[in-house]
């Protein structure tokens, strides 16, 4: 089946635009998280959307940065005002969402390559 | 002090050398532990969980040691399809919450 799609693949803006990063997720899969992952670093949890709950944000490093999902599905990461340190490779992965002591694979896309000039 | 620590390598190993990479975590309330393989610009893919009585999958071995707060991952008989980046995860919940992920253990299988 469809895995975790992400779009665009690359994206380069010039610093102080704004960019929009879209996630499709596992049909069916009810938890949707954003990672980035910059040269030389770990990947960095951003955010976490389980349902209807409202989304776990604290990994989120400024108010730069925002996401939604909408009909608990697709979801789009907005940086405003981007600045060089934002460039990075973002990655959304997607999860069936069980709870209860099961373990909970997480699927990641592609991954979307900003560069910020 | 980073949440997961691993060595960084690079580790070059020969073809059916025996590998071990290991990692720690600092919180002592992480629930949930697994190895993710990354390749070269490619997004993470799980490798295996791991469980406190450690688990076998093939050729790769992991153990938790949850009083030292150390995860290990053992391949045995490496293979040119294994050079890749060996990310430790932990979690506080079930796999159902945020991942938190080491920098990664870069491994080259030489032939």
């Known amino acids: 089946g469809a895995g975790v799609s992400q779009s665009p693949s690359n994206k380069v803006t010039e610093k102080g635009k704004d960019v929009e990063l879209r996630c499709d997720p596992i049909?069916?899969?009810?938890?949707l998280y954003w990672y980035r992952q910059s040269l030389g670093q770990g990947l960095e949890f951003l955010i976490y959307?389980?349902?209807?709950?409202?989304?776990?944000k604290s990994g989120l490093p400024s108010d730069r940065f925002s996401a939604e999902r909408t009909g608990g599905s697709v979801s789009t990461l907005t940086i405003q005002r981007t600045q060089q340190e934002d460039s990075a490779v973002y990655l959304c992965?997607?999860?069936?969402?069980?709870?209860?002591?099961?373990?909970?694979?997480?699927?990641f896309g592609p991954g979307t390559r900003l560069t910020v000039l | 002090r980073k949440e997961v620590e691993q060595d960084p390598g690079p580790f070059n190993v020969p073809e059916g050398a025996t590998v071990a990479f290991n990692c720690t975590y600092s919180?002592?309330?992480?629930?949930?532990f697994f190895w993710y393989r990354q390749d070269c610009r490619k997004e993470p893919k799980l490798l295996m969980s791991?469980?406190?009585s450690g688990n076998e999958d093939g050729r790769f071995t992991a153990q938790l040691n949850r009083a030292s707060q150390y995860i290990s991952l053992l391949i045995r008989d490496s293979k040119l399809s294994d050079s890749a980046t060996y990310l430790c995860?932990?979690?506080?919940?079930?796999?159902?919450?945020?991942?938190?992920f080491g920098t990664g253990t870069r491994l080259t299988i030489i032939p």
């Open positions: 919180n002592s309330a992480s629930q949930s």
């Open positions: 959307f389980q349902g209807n709950s409202a989304p776990d």
């Open positions: 049909s069916g899969h009810t938890a």
């Open positions: 791991v469980y406190s």
């Open positions: 995860v932990v979690t506080l919940n079930f796999g159902n919450e945020k991942l938190t």
């Open positions: 992965a997607s999860s069936k969402g069980t709870s209860g002591g099961s373990t909970d694979t997480q699927y």
